[in-house]
């Protein structure tokens, strides 16, 4: 693993948990831009991400949060952003424009019309207000749509991944999707044969394997025999 807890104050420091596919996607970048980073967990099981010295960082309590010197940056997307433009190794965003729209496209499908609908806080409200069990229909109702339409945005347009044969974008966003589905859900991904073959690829990266939950510090089973 690239991730450290050498206390640098000139290290990134990534305020994670291992449970998080938004904090995932950020691993996966700085993985894939290697990039050596300080590893500072947070335990949402806990509530720790609404605690005053986190929403000094993200006033909204949630992980990702990424410190770069005296440079604050919460939200995925906007960490993926801020990475791409100060550490241009291993660019996520191709040249070729209609290429980069697809990544936007596929990115923000996962990250406005899947992942939110799926959170830790939004289950629990829906089995809260709703019933027991419910919040599981909610969540494969909305995987189910997101895939749906990532299945077609990406037909034609797809190589080895998302977009042709280097990893871009709409690939750190798409694989934790997927695992997170598969894992948490035990989501039915063969009708979806596009992603599918997508999530075998991404299982051979090892700037993703890297990133996986189970491979995080924090995750309960990482110490376990």
């Not at 005296?70 to 997307?77: A, G, K, N």
């Not at 801020?82 to 697809?102: C, F, M, N, T, V």
């Not at 749509?145 to 797809?158: I, S, T, V, Y």
Request: hydrophobic share 40%.
């Amino acid at each position: 693993m690239m991730a450290s807890g050498s206390g640098d104050k000139n290290q990134l420091k990534l305020y994670s948990c291992y449970m998080s596919s938004c904090s995932y996607r950020v691993r996966i970048a700085l993985n894939l831009k290697e990039l050596k980073y300080e590893y500072k967990a947070v335990d949402l099981l806990k509530g720790e991400h609404f605690s005053p010295e986190f929403t000094e960082l993200n006033p909204i309590g949630y992980v990702p949060v990424l410190v770069d010197g005296d440079v604050i940056v919460s939200d995925s997307f906007a960490i993926i952003m801020y990475l791409e433009e100060k550490y241009p190794q291993h660019p996520l965003l191709p040249q070729d424009l209609q290429k980069r729209g697809i990544n936007y496209q596929a990115a923000n499908i996962v990250s406005s019309s899947i992942q939110p609908f799926q959170n830790i806080d939004t289950l629990k409200y829906i089995e809260e207000k709703v019933g027991p069990g419910e919040n599981l229909y909610w969540a494969n109702h909305h995987i189910t749509k997101g895939f749906a339409a990532l299945e077609k945005l990406l037909k034609g347009h797809a190589g080895r991944y998302a977009t042709g044969e280097e990893v871009f974008l709409a690939d750190l966003f798409l694989a934790p999707q997927m695992h997170g589905a598969i894992k948490r859900f035990n989501f039915d991904m063969t009708q979806f044969p596009l992603l599918s073959r997508l999530n075998e690829e991404y299982n051979k990266i090892p700037a993703f394997q890297d990133a996986m939950p189970e491979n995080q510090p924090d995750n309960p089973a990482a110490g376990a025999v």
